[in-house]
């Protein structure tokens, strides 16, 4: 079957040749096709062009044609959201009035709240909850046009538990139109009872979990919460290290409550991003300067905690490409609006609409492993992506902040 999207007011992100990546002053450019056409056969994009080069013979002999009519509207790649926490019990508002009455998030996880909270509740739920509150949430952002996400663990922190957010996450993959990245972050939080013997976890990670995660096929990545209060750049190293017996390439969490060597440590580990970056210095863009980790950007997780905001423009001046995701989680950003985040990507971090559009798509679809199949308009690629209401301009997706300009949704060739 043949879909063609035809009058498209502006055809956002094509390439003739597919990127890695995009970095430094590169991030500032978009290819944008104006009053443009797109052909997707079965899953695939198969072409694209002006509209004055359309040739009725692109369709001829298909059996079945679909044309749709995209005039005044935006067509552009799906938003691959590199970074979530999708799979969770229950939501976490109290938690929220208390950051508004005065705690701090380490306040409230030191006092057992947070990450161990969500682990409390993950014990009690459900495969069969789980994964239907999951599937609803990846419906949710695939109305507001992510079409690949990657999904962690880590609110399990016992072999049981880890292993059934893995499982659903499993489960998901097989039930969902979206791309799904699986990675496992069992070093999310210290569970209550090792305060004095962290060790003891650290090995039942590396001598029970990983094992039993290899033997399902349960990860494709693997993440630590290398940070202050969290877990050392010490034991990361040893977890990591554990990780790569088993192929699990790293994606950290780093560098958001402080200082604190988790962009270096990710790097010395051929991490394939690290990410929040919200203490960033010289050393830490130095660090990161011709590898081929890339650094991913959580404005949502900043916004909802008011954390200190990532010197993007820095990093870019340097020469660094850069990735923005939600993090969807309950504790710190309840929300996969990737239309949103551009907003504050833009707004907060003073990114162009262009480069905001570059973190969201080539580079987010690099940090979560998924460039060949996704994250432009390519021809050979998925035809994974999404036709906005009538806009004057693509810019006007990040200018209409907190509403969804997202129409009409297509992952691998069907129209959602
Ligand atoms: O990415 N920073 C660590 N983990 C999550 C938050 C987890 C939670 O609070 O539930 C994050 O922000
Ligand atoms: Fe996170």
Same mark, same amino acid.
Not at 179 to 201: C, D, E, V
């Given at each position: 079957?043949?879909?063609?999207?035809? #009058?498209?007011?502006?055809?956002?992100?094509?390439?003739?040749?597919?990127?890695?990546?995009?970095?430094?002053?590169?991030?500032?450019?978009?290819?944008?096709?104006?009053?443009?056409?797109?052909?997707? #056969?079965?899953?695939?994009?198969?072409?694209?062009?002006?509209?004055?080069?359309? #040739?009725?013979?692109?369709?001829?002999?298909?059996?079945?044609?679909?044309?749709? &009519?995209?005039?005044?509207?935006?067509?552009?790649?799906?938003?691959?959201?590199?970074?979530?926490?999708?799979?969770?019990?229950?939501?976490?508002?109290?938690?929220?009035?208390?950051?508004?009455?005065?705690?701090?998030?380490?306040?409230?996880?030191?006092?057992?709240?947070?990450?161990?909270? $969500?682990?409390?509740?993950?014990?009690? +739920?459900?495969?069969?909850?789980?994964?239907? %509150?999951?599937?609803?949430?990846?419906?949710?952002?695939?109305?507001?046009?992510?079409?690949?996400?990657?999904?962690?663990?880590?609110?399990?922190?016992?072999?049981? %538990?880890?292993?059934?957010?893995?499982?659903?996450?499993?489960?998901?993959?097989?039930?969902?139109?979206?791309?799904?990245?699986?990675?496992?972050?069992?070093?999310?939080?210290?569970?209550?009872?090792?305060? !004095? !013997?962290?060790?003891?976890?650290?090995?039942?990670?590396?001598?029970?979990?990983?094992?039993?995660?290899?033997?399902?096929?349960?990860?494709?990545?693997? &993440?630590?919460?290398?940070?202050?209060?969290?877990?050392?750049?010490?034991?990361?190293?040893?977890?990591?290290?554990?990780?790569?017996?088993?192929?699990?390439?790293?994606?950290?969490?780093? /560098?958001?409550?402080?200082?604190?060597?988790?962009?270096?440590?990710?790097?010395?580990?051929?991490?394939? =991003?690290?990410?929040?970056?919200?203490?960033?210095?010289?050393?830490?863009?130095?660090?990161?300067?011709?590898?081929?980790?890339?650094?991913?950007?959580?404005?949502?997780?900043?916004?909802?905690?008011?954390?200190?905001? =990532?010197?993007?423009?820095?990093?870019?001046?340097?020469?660094?490409?850069?990735?923005? +995701?939600?993090?969807? !989680?309950?504790?710190?950003?309840? $929300?996969? *609006?990737?239309?949103?985040?551009?907003?504050?990507?833009?707004? /907060?971090?003073?990114?162009?609409?262009?480069?905001?559009?570059? +973190?969201?798509?080539?580079?987010?679809?690099?940090?979560?492993?998924?460039?060949?199949?996704?994250?432009?308009?390519?021809?050979?690629?998925?035809?994974?992506?999404?036709?906005?209401?009538?806009?004057?301009?693509?810019?006007?997706?990040?200018?209409?902040?907190?509403? #969804?300009?997202?129409?009409?949704?297509?992952? *691998?060739?069907?129209?959602?």
């Amino acid at each position: 079957m043949k879909v063609i999207l035809e #009058n498209i007011k502006e055809l956002v992100q094509v390439e003739e040749h597919a990127r890695t990546w995009v970095a430094g002053e590169e991030m500032k450019e978009l290819t944008v096709l104006k009053d443009a056409f797109l052909v997707i #056969n079965d899953d695939q994009i198969e072409t694209f062009g002006l509209m004055k080069d359309f #040739n009725e013979i692109l369709v001829e002999g298909a059996e079945m044609v679909m044309e749709i &009519d995209c005039a005044g509207k935006i067509v552009m790649p799906g938003y691959c959201d590199s970074h979530t926490h999708l799979v969770f019990p229950a939501s976490r508002e109290q938690e929220f009035v208390d950051r508004i009455t005065g705690l701090s998030y380490e306040e409230i996880a030191r006092r057992g709240g947070g990450i161990l909270n $969500s682990a409390q509740r993950m014990e009690q +739920a459900t495969e069969e909850e789980l994964f239907l %509150s999951a599937m609803s949430r990846l419906d949710e952002i695939k109305k507001h046009g992510t079409t690949a996400v990657e999904i962690k663990s880590g609110y399990g922190l016992t072999l049981e %538990s880890e292993l059934k957010m893995l499982r659903v996450i499993k489960r998901l993959k097989e039930s969902s139109p979206l791309m799904i990245k699986s990675t496992f972050l069992g070093a999310h939080a210290l569970p209550a009872g090792y305060h !004095n !013997n962290r060790q003891k976890y650290i090995q039942l990670i590396i001598q029970e979990m990983l094992p039993e995660i290899d033997k399902e096929g349960l990860a494709d990545y693997m &993440d630590v919460f290398c940070d202050q209060g969290f877990f050392t750049v010490e034991e990361t190293a040893q977890l990591l290290e554990a990780g790569m017996k088993y192929d699990l390439q790293p994606k950290i969490h780093a /560098n958001e409550l402080g200082l604190t060597g988790g962009v270096q440590v990710g790097v010395q580990y051929g991490a394939l =991003s690290v990410d929040h970056l919200e203490h960033i210095g010289e050393s830490e863009i130095e660090a990161l300067l011709g590898t081929e980790t890339m650094p991913t950007v959580l404005p949502g997780a900043a916004f909802f905690l008011k954390l200190p905001l =990532s010197p993007v423009r820095q990093m870019m001046q340097a020469g660094l490409p850069l990735a923005l +995701a939600s993090d969807y !989680n309950p504790g710190s950003s309840p $929300s996969g *609006n990737m239309n949103f985040i551009q907003s504050l990507a833009c707004i /907060n971090y003073q990114m162009t609409p262009e480069e905001a559009i570059n +973190a969201c798509t080539i580079n987010s679809a690099y940090a979560m492993g998924v460039e060949h199949s996704c994250g432009s308009i390519c021809r050979g690629k998925l035809a994974n992506l999404f036709i906005t209401r009538e806009l004057p301009t693509y810019s006007a997706i990040p200018y209409y902040f907190g509403s #969804n300009p997202v129409e009409t949704v297509i992952i *691998n060739g069907e129209i959602y």
